[in-house]
């Protein structure tokens, strides 16, 4: 079977955070998804868990990250993303030693940012020659 061969077992959400020395969260923001981590999540993880969001912010409910952080719930916590973003700069979050917060930099690279603008100006040429966006969103 896959999960012998790899040496992994599956397990649901519940029996992994409670297992887990590292929590990393890298779903989309959806409905479903939106806080995903909240004070349930948070309070089964063992207490020298890391929790680590390169999501989005609001996949993590931002009140109970904050009260298990004081409280030391969990270790600590590793964000590329907060909700809101950015945080108001009296926001708790940014006093605990516990927590470190960077900029979500995933796409800062020369090459990215290039082909971002080769792709704006092809989106706009085409949408001023009357045709088909070729990156279109929504």
Do not use: C, W
Not at 3 to 10: M, T
Not at 11 to 32: F, I, M
């Amino acid at each position: 079977d896959v999960e012998q061969s790899l040496g992994v077992q599956y397990l649901p959400r519940e029996a992994l955070l409670t297992k887990s020395d590292y929590v990393v969260l890298t779903v989309p923001l959806t409905a479903q998804t939106r806080h995903l981590i909240g004070r349930t999540e948070l309070a089964a993880m063992k207490p020298t868990a890391i929790l680590v969001n390169v999501a989005r912010g609001p996949v993590v409910d931002t009140d109970a990250l904050t009260e298990a952080l004081q409280l030391r719930t969990i270790f600590g916590a590793a964000l590329a993303v907060t909700d809101p973003e950015p945080l108001p700069r009296d926001h708790p979050l940014l006093k605990l030693d516990n927590v470190i917060i960077a900029p979500h930099l995933g796409s800062a690279t020369v090459e990215t940012r290039q082909r971002m603008a080769q792709v704006s100006i092809e989106n706009l040429l085409a949408g001023l020659a009357g045709k088909a966006l070729a990156f279109r969103v929504g």
